[in-house]
């Protein structure tokens, strides 16, 4: 998210999803619009959204926000340093503000009041993959890109990930397990977690949503881990050719499923999702004297998959029903990684032909919008494939389970204390 002034430039630097800057500027708002309110217009409650970041911007930086002119999301912004001819968004980007009433793919007049801004100020929200420019000399000098060449609206990154799965279809489900991790349930309805904590989405096909839960750290804890502890590994890779990632996985397998007792838990940048409280921080537990590195890496994978079978578990008691799950992400290169989903979510993780499943997903909406494809489904039809499937072992249950039970138990300890303090 950003904010432009009267030469649509920002007049601040951008604010990332990850930044829990404005826990207290959120429950400001509440007292203005309740939660369970804000969740019916928005379907949100979240501090991912930008609203109380923007709040945060205008109680905390007055002399920014007399400037603001404009707020912007990633995709508008983008767009229109690539030559479009107006600022437009798709619903799922829009959707991020926290301003948008989900349900009518609108402004909302009663989110806009509470912030102090009006429709002008805003991307208008756009169709999937519809053409708002073309690319001109300047811009074709810059990047390469040819004259003329069609600039379409596309859609967040995680949704692009969703569709290039080839999740379409109401109540596909699929996860991307990249930098953050979320799992995706497609609805061709206007619904609502009836417990408030799964986000609410516009999403690829028109008038569609998504029921989505999330973790703000999912790879990146992972790389978190390997930045901090396997320099060593790093060097070797640099110089034999090698992913460190690989070296690090082979660390892994050869440790039993359970980790031998060492629990980890991902909150580096705060819980969000189901346990959504900027207070929760990372964790490990379990560890003694003969604790090695190989576990506590292997603690650290796992983790990341506990974290998303919360989500996954909450889902399931909304009424989710499952014949396996797509998965797109950074996850994808780890057979290892993938089977550990299958054992643990007790479900066949299915993986696509496409590597770059989000980028995928953008082609196929630009696709649309140009007229190769009729629409989401005809365009998932010809380019989303199942690569592999794996199956959960039934022999690596009991394991998973008894560390999924210590996971939560330590997460409820420290809830219920230290992470209020």
Known sequence: MCVLGEDNEPVRNFIGWQDVRSVAEQEELFTVLSKEETYKEVGATQITQAISKLYWIKKHQPEVWAKVTRIATSMDYALYKFGADEFAADGSSCGRLGLLAVDDYKWS????????????????????????????????????????????VGAMDCCCSAFGTGNYADGEVSMVVGTYGAIFVTSHKKVRDPYGLMM??????????????????????YRWFRDVFCELEKAA???????????????????????????????????????????????????????????????????????LKVVLDHQLKCGVTL?????????????????????????????????????????????????????????????????????????????????????????????SGYYND
Not at 354 to 370: D, N, P, R, T, Y
Not at 371 to 381: L, Q
Request: charge should be negative; hydrophobic fraction near 40%; charged fraction near 15%.
């Open 237 to 307: 890779g640099a110089a034999s050719g090698i992913s460190s990632y690989d070296m690090i996985n082979n660390e892994i397998a050869s440790v039993p499923p359970g980790a031998n007792g060492v629990t980890y838990l991902s909150y580096l940048q705060g819980a969000d999702g189901v346990r959504a409280n900027p207070n929760c921080a990372g964790g490990f537990a379990g560890l003694r004297l003969g604790t090695t590195k190989a576990e506590m890496a292997r603690a650290v994978m796992e983790g990341i998959c506990y974290e």
């Open 323 to 415: 014949s396996g799950i797509r998965l797109a992400g950074g996850a994808t290169r780890s057979p290892m990684w993938c089977q550990m989903f299958a054992d643990i979510f007790q479900t066949p993780i299915l993986v696509t032909t496409a590597e770059e499943a989000a980028c995928l997903g953008a082609a196929l909406i630009g696709g649309i919008g140009v007229g190769i494809f009729k629409d989401a489904e005809d365009a998932s039809k010809q380019a989303c494939r199942i690569d592999r499937t794996f199956q959960p072992n039934p022999e690596n249950f009991a394991a998973y389970d008894a560390a999924y039970a210590r996971y939560n138990k330590l997460y409820d300890a420290l809830s």
């Open 200 to 221: 609410i989405k516009p999403y690829v096909p028109t008038q569609t949503w998504t029921i989505e839960g999330s973790t703000s750290c999912a790879a990146s804890s």
């Open 109 to 152: 007049p009663k989110m806009m009041k509470i912030l102090g801004v009006d429709e002008s100020m805003l991307p208008r929200v756009a169709k999937l993959g519809e053409v708002i420019g073309h690319v001109k000399e300047d811009i074709s000098a810059l990047t390469g890109l040819p004259v003329g060449c069609p600039l379409c």
